[in-house]
């Protein structure tokens, strides 16, 4: 009998992947990243005013490319094997859509026009428009933000949108509906746009959108036209019904099978967003926190629901039945930057190479652009083996992690970083301490209010890019903790997510544990708190929340 594979397409900020997975083993047989092409020259985004956007044809060009890809690398016979694909997507990162379900940006008019493309997780263009659902939810006799953990955020779905038909007459006129990039995709692949027959994935709906069974699906005509008129109908034109991400989406369309050389017999999954299913992809188990640690993080927890369903856990990123497990609550924390904190300063040391180096007339154009790229290339390694010399405490430096504002706890995109400290003697090595220290503080906030919550934490399981690449990292983190971190050895836990879904979907498993039991690819190290380093890290953590209050509050 011949092997059957899933492919798992998972979309990150930057980039995507497509992975094909053996169902019986867990091998990864082949993979291909295809970066955004538009996204990378920078277009449609306007970086200082927290714009962030793509444009549909980066996420389609990939698609086709990197399956198309991914099957010439895999051997012989897969492709005629597959029997599924599942979808994973950053989020909430939606999209104004015509009444057929294609996105503005692929209508005559709005090619070039921002507003109509997808508005990424990382735009921060609506904090006035999460500020006023707040404000009003609070005065509502329904708290829709309830299982949202109470605190709406200019990342999610309501504020984004609300925001774009505000600046934009002519995408307001011409949007019927908004999709989520998690739930157009599978749309594509099978065939149904239609925005109000497509199924929506519970988890960016649950999450994102403050849709619950309680409210009887999302917030009420009465409120969304209280918060603006402008949203007047809408509701009728979005969605009531949600799924979870072991119920097929339907099967590839004549046209995309034969765009990606696949049969028309493969089921498409309904999509989740990337951490969820890449908690999958790490093996979560209950009450495990699971951390996606790249540009930002995305920490899951799951928890049965006879255990931990009634509570409301305050100023977390959501609290939805099946968002990651089907049957399991899912609760979704995280931090707006992470990996992207260091990025930054990278940027701020590179800017004389850049700039000044850049433009010397003493040496040639080649010598430049070779001491650019591996000024660029050393400068987090220089960073770390330096910083790694520097005693805890040494430097006086406290930051906070709020360079992109704060997701939780307590969503707030007003709040800025912080460096504190500084004298005449701190040089880059003592600030990069500092600025990984703060991310590791923020992770700890994190924790400390899932426990205060009343929801216990038995473990932490770690993905991503930061885990996998950065020891000096991930062992600050384990201190400032005081828990061990298990590091998940696949190096694209997202992607391998979504093949397991695809596997539960395609009816090889019964659900998601068994295919998570037969796919899964173990840990490759683990890393354990060093007792003096804890103790430390506790008076050190102190001076961070201290510093928070005053930031926020000016206590």
Request: hydrophobic share 40%; proline share 5%.
């Amino acid at each position: 009998m011949s092997a059957k594979y899933t492919i798992g397409l998972d979309y990150g900020s930057d980039s995507v992947r497509s992975l094909i997975v053996n169902v019986e083993t867990g091998e990864e047989v082949a993979s291909v990243v295809f970066e955004y092409p538009r996204w990378k020259k920078g277009l449609y985004c306007n970086a200082p005013k927290n714009q962030f956007r793509q444009h549909p044809k980066d996420y389609l060009e990939g698609l086709e490319y990197t399956i198309v890809e991914a099957l010439k690398k895999a051997p012989a016979g897969v492709a005629e094997n597959v029997v599924g694909i599942s979808v994973d997507t950053t989020g909430s990162t939606p999209v104004a859509v015509d009444e057929k379900g294609t996105p503005l940006s692929l209508t005559p008019g709005f090619e070039e026009n921002p507003n109509a493309m997808f508005v990424l997780w990382k735009d921060h263009t609506a904090v006035k428009e999460a500020d006023e659902i707040n404000q009003l939810a609070r005065e509502w006799d329904i708290d829709f933000t309830k299982f949202e953990g109470g605190v709406y955020s200019s990342e999610w779905f309501w504020a984004k949108l609300l925001h774009v038909i505000r600046e934009d007459a002519a995408v307001y006129r011409a949007a019927y509906s908004w999709v989520e990039h998690c739930d157009w995709i599978p749309a594509v692949l099978t065939g149904n746009t239609n925005p109000k027959t497509l199924k929506r994935s519970r988890c960016a709906a649950g999450h994102k959108a403050m849709w619950h069974e309680a409210f009887n699906g999302l917030p009420s005509e009465e409120f969304l036209t209280k918060l603006d008129p402008m949203l007047g109908g809408l509701r009728d034109r979005l969605f009531k019904e949600t799924y979870t991400c072991e119920v097929s989406a339907g099967k590839l369309t004549p046209e995309w099978a034969a765009k990606l050389g696949l049969s028309t017999n493969v089921v498409v999954g309904v999509g989740a967003f990337d951490a969820h299913l890449g908690a999958l992809g790490g093996q979560i188990e209950p009450y495990y926190l699971s951390k996606v640690m790249g540009t930002s993080t995305c920490d899951m927890l799951i928890a049965p629901m006879e255990e931990v369903g009634d509570k409301l856990i305050q100023g977390i990123c959501g609290q939805v039945d099946g968002s990651i497990v089907p049957g399991m609550l899912g609760m979704e924390a995280g931090q707006s930057a992470f990996g992207d904190i260091y990025a930054w300063f990278k940027q701020v040391l590179m800017w004389p190479v850049e700039n000044i180096l850049a433009g010397s007339t003493s040496i040639d154009e080649a010598t430049k652009a070779r001491i650019i790229e591996e000024t660029s290339s050393r400068i987090i390694p220089e960073l770390t083996k330096a910083a790694e010399q520097i005693p805890i405490e040494d430097s006086g430096i406290v930051a906070l992690d709020w360079m992109n504002g704060r997701r939780t706890p307590d969503a707030n995109q007003n709040l800025k970083g912080v460096i504190s400290g500084l004298n005449l003697g701190s040089d880059a090595p003592r600030i990069f301490r500092a600025l990984v220290e703060a991310t590791a503080f923020g992770s700890k906030a994190i924790v400390d209010r899932f426990r205060r919550e009343g929801v216990r934490i038995d473990g932490v399981i770690a993905l991503g890019g930061v885990a996998k690449k950065s020891p000096f990292v991930m062992q600050i983190v384990a201190d400032v903790l005081n828990m061990p971190i298990k590091v998940a050895r696949s190096e694209q836990a997202c992607a391998l997510g979504s093949a397991m879904a695809a596997a539960v979907v395609a009816g090889v498993y019964a659900t998601t544990a068994e295919a998570q039991a037969k796919m899964g690819g173990g840990f490759e190290t683990e890393y354990h708190p060093i007792p003096e380093n804890v103790a430390k890290y506790e008076q050190l953590y102190d001076k961070y929340v201290k510093l928070g209050k005053l930031i926020e509050f000016g206590m």
